[in-house]
């Protein structure tokens, strides 16, 4: 079976526009979170968001902007920075044994609201006519494609929140069979506008926005946690089979070891303890270490009531006695819950974070909640860490869970 390394990513979030800004802002325990502009949606009930200061007229000509949604437009500048990153042009490259998986939640979330609001808010019988291809769910894979000539295998899954998990998994499961040898993997989302974010308030899962700071509204694993604050923007990583890699001579950030899949069956919206753990276990078996040997967790940790204790039952599940010295810490604090593309995001930071030997830390955790009781890492980032495993957690509506490994490039010498 073909080995997989990380050679590139590109990533957008509330808390830069760049790989190095993100994670910079990540380890400062710097919110992105904050308090949307008076005159943005003024019907919503909830004021905060982690938003991306973006402008797609920097990146794109106006005939081009018309055909693409702003989450196409989060996915298409990422791949450019991921590509960049990578030093990979192509060229030298059958573009059949390349392929592109992204994850998304909602897809052209902001194009189907739009139609919407003039075709039934305006009374209005004509709406763009490009509206099915903005809105549908595999556009921003689409563009990618099209964009670079890939004609491998092009596909989007939609889990809601563990959708680009599965992408990277899946992705890294077609370069292990030997059928591509790069693969352009990860997620978007752009759900920042009337009708999504009035959705997700009628489900009541969004945070209460804190009445001294905007920015720590979001407080995962906390005693007075009141839920998530939804986020946009993407990542993208562009994997590689590992020969390859070695005679590009280029960085690799870390192989993809592991890769666990699981569903609860029991419930939409409330998480099982069983499920997240089968991920867990699923994954280290995928990845032939034992549960002692993943020095860093990134974890799901929305700041929900719910998760956040399920979650922590999970992990002592899987980890034992070694769950207890596990550090652990929820960057969705920081950047927001970026529903389909979260886990991307995450799984990015925690590459660059075994890379730097530095934990981000879990921010507005001041007062944890009892049952919520492993090291959350609160407040500050750790440095001088020893980090030669992480893992990632991804856990959905639907009961779709996701849990990738990875290990440092320097245990495959």
């Not at 990533?11 to 990540?26: N, P, R």
């Not at 200061?53 to 990422?78: I, K, N, T, W, Y």
């Not at 020893?386 to 320097?410: C, E, K, P, W, Y």
Request: net charge negative.
């Amino acid at each position: 079976m073909k080995r997989v390394v990380i050679t590139g990513l590109g990533l957008i979030s509330s808390l830069g526009s760049s790989t190095a800004e993100v994670f910079a802002a990540a380890c400062a325990g710097r919110s992105g979170i904050r308090r949307l502009d008076d005159n943005f949606c003024p019907r919503l009930t909830t004021r905060i968001a982690a938003s991306v200061d973006f402008a797609g007229e920097r990146h794109f000509d106006a005939p081009r902007l018309r055909m693409l949604d702003r989450s196409s437009q989060f996915a298409l500048v990422a791949v450019r920075q991921a590509l960049k990153d990578a030093k990979l042009d192509f060229a030298d490259t059958d573009p059949s044994r390349i392929g592109v998986f992204l994850g998304t939640g909602m897809g052209g979330a902001q194009s189907t609201d739009e139609a919407y609001s003039t075709l039934y808010g305006e009374q209005s019988d004509r709406i763009k006519p490009f509206s099915v291809l903005l809105a549908m769910n595999n556009a921003a894979a689409a563009w990618i494609g099209i964009d670079y000539r890939i004609t491998g295998p092009t596909l989007t899954f939609t889990t809601a929140c563990s959708s680009s998990a599965v992408a990277i998994g899946e992705a890294a499961r077609r370069i292990q069979a030997g059928e591509v040898d790069i693969m352009i993997a990860g997620g978007t989302e752009a759900p920042l506008s009337l009708g999504p974010m009035k959705a997700w308030e009628a489900l009541r899962t969004l945070a209460t926005e804190d009445p001294i700071d905007p920015a720590a509204s979001c407080k995962p694993f906390s005693k007075n946690r009141t839920g998530m604050v939804l986020g946009e923007g993407a990542a993208i990583l562009v994997l590689e089979e590992l020969d390859r890699a070695l005679k590009r001579q280029v960085p690799v950030y870390g192989e993809l070891i592991g890769y666990g899949l699981s569903t609860d069956a029991q419930h939409l919206t409330r998480p099982s303890v069983e499920g997240q753990a089968q991920a867990m276990r699923l994954a280290l078996e995928s990845s032939g270490l034992p549960a002692s040997s993943i020095d860093y967790l990134n974890a799901h940790g929305t700041g929900t009531f719910a998760n956040d204790r399920v979650e922590t039952a999970a992990i002592k599940a899987v980890f034992g006695p070694h769950g207890a010295r596990l550090p652990i810490s929820s960057t969705k604090a920081m950047h927001g819950h970026l529903l389909g593309a979260s886990a991307a995001l995450e799984f990015a930071i925690a590459l660059l974070a075994m890379g730097a030997n530095i934990i981000p830390p879990t921010i507005n955790l001041d007062e944890p909640d009892p049952e919520c009781d492993l090291d959350y890492v609160p407040g500050r980032a750790r440095t001088d860490c020893d980090i030669n495993a992480v893992m990632s957690n991804s856990f959905a509506f639907g009961g779709t869970n996701a849990v990738l490994i990875a290990r440092r490039m320097n245990n495959l010498r």
